[in-house]
């Protein structure tokens, strides 16, 4: 079992619908982060957390330390936020550890 | 650009030759990461740096792998003798070095085939 889960693996929806991405982690985390990833493979972080939530424009994240799990959400989503979006965990040590991403196609 | 570069940013080669990757970070970062991803993949971890010592390093790393940031700037990853099971995108990242939380910044990868 992976230390960090994702759910789903692979997301379709039409533009303008609310999105959710589910990630669940097995260890104890020092803080949670989203990032996205185009085609290419550049990276780029969306949000850290380790409490609560956080909004940035139309994307939210939030996380539940007692339940070991955070949720990414996109509201009035458009085919330009097509990506894979990565959860990952820091957790006393530096290095990220990584779920195996979900990869979001928004159809116009 | 200020941001993390590496170089190349394709490499094909044959099976058995020695491949050397570059990682330049933002140049404020004391911290240099590298990982590794395959196709349909998270990235995994392979080892990071704070300034010139490398402090850590995966299992995945096996001893065809090394890496080193000599001057606590650049970094070079180095393959010996690769295998197809190294095909994969290596990423590199660098952080400030502040706190266990640092945001960390990607290069574009370098996408390795070994044929």
């Known amino acids: 079992k992976n230390e960090v889960e994702q759910s789903p693996q692979n997301l379709t929806a039409q533009e303008g619908e609310f999105i959710t991405i589910n990630c669940s982690y097995s260890?104890?985390?020092?803080?949670l982060h989203w990032l996205q990833q185009h085609p290419g493979g550049g990276i780029v972080s969306l949000f850290m957390l380790s409490s609560g939530k956080k909004k940035h424009g139309r994307l939210i994240a939030t996380i539940n330390i007692q339940e070991k799990h955070s949720s990414l959400h996109i509201t009035a989503s458009h085919p330009r936020d097509s990506a894979v979006y990565i959860c990952a965990a820091t957790s006393g040590t530096y290095k990220y550890i990584f779920g195996t991403g979900t990869r979001l196609k928004v159809l116009a | 650009d200020t941001g993390v570069s590496q170089d190349p940013r394709h490499k094909i080669t044959k099976r058995g030759q020695n491949v050397t990757f570059r990682c330049d970070p933002i140049s404020e970062h004391n911290r240099l990461y590298w990982y590794r991803q395959t196709l349909g993949q998270g990235p995994e971890f392979l080892t990071y740096?704070?300034?010139?010592?490398?402090?850590?390093k995966s299992r995945l790393l096996s001893d065809r792998f090394s890496a080193e940031r000599p001057k606590g700037s650049f970094s070079t990853l180095e393959i010996q003798r690769t295998e197809q099971g190294d095909s994969a995108m290596y990423l590199c990242?660098?952080?400030?070095?502040?706190?266990?939380?640092?945001?960390?910044?990607f290069g574009p990868g370098t996408r390795l085939t070994v044929l």
């Open positions: 990242a660098s952080s400030l070095g502040i706190t266990s939380t640092d945001t960390q910044y």
């Open positions: 740096f704070q300034n010139e010592a490398q402090l850590e």
């Open positions: 260890v104890g985390i020092s803080a």
